[in-house]
């Protein structure tokens, strides 16, 4: 791919101006053996943190779907709360009525009452 991208002439050029020594192949094959022993023990402890972590969304999933049905059912609660508050408003309401309807009643007795005493006095 290389010889492609420069040319035959250039390649040839580039190798020869960096040959590798005893000691580059070496390293090369010592880094690749190290890559390789630790590849698995990497691999593994992202496994098993990564196990840890899909357990945990599992575990949170589990605990936000409990919320949302305990939300569900005092959202439920609550609507039958303000059916009840909205009843009971009502009931006020008409008491409150009744209310000042006896109040009436009682100042037209108490007018009658004078009235009438007012009348005794003058008799």
């Not at 040959?19 to 010592?30: E, N, Q, R, V, Y």
């Not at 022993?37 to 945990?56: H, T």
């Not at 006020?92 to 000042?100: A, H, K, P, R, Y």
């Amino acid at each position: 791919m290389v010889s492609f991208l420069l040319g035959k002439k250039h390649f040839i050029e580039a190798n020869d101006a960096m040959p590798f020594s005893k000691k580059h192949i070496g390293f090369l094959f010592l880094t690749i053996l190290f890559l390789s022993l630790l590849a698995p023990y990497g691999c593994s402890g992202l496994k098993s943190e990564n196990q840890k972590l899909k357990e945990k969304i599992a575990d949170l999933n589990a605990e936000n779907e409990k919320l949302k049905k305990d939300l569900n059912a005092l959202k439920s609660e609550n609507s039958d709360m303000h059916a009840r508050l909205t009843q009971l408003n009502q009931q006020i309401s008409v008491l409150q009525e009744e209310i000042q309807t006896l109040q009436k009643d009682i100042n037209g007795i108490k007018t009658q009452m004078k009235a009438r005493g007012k009348r005794s006095k003058k008799s």
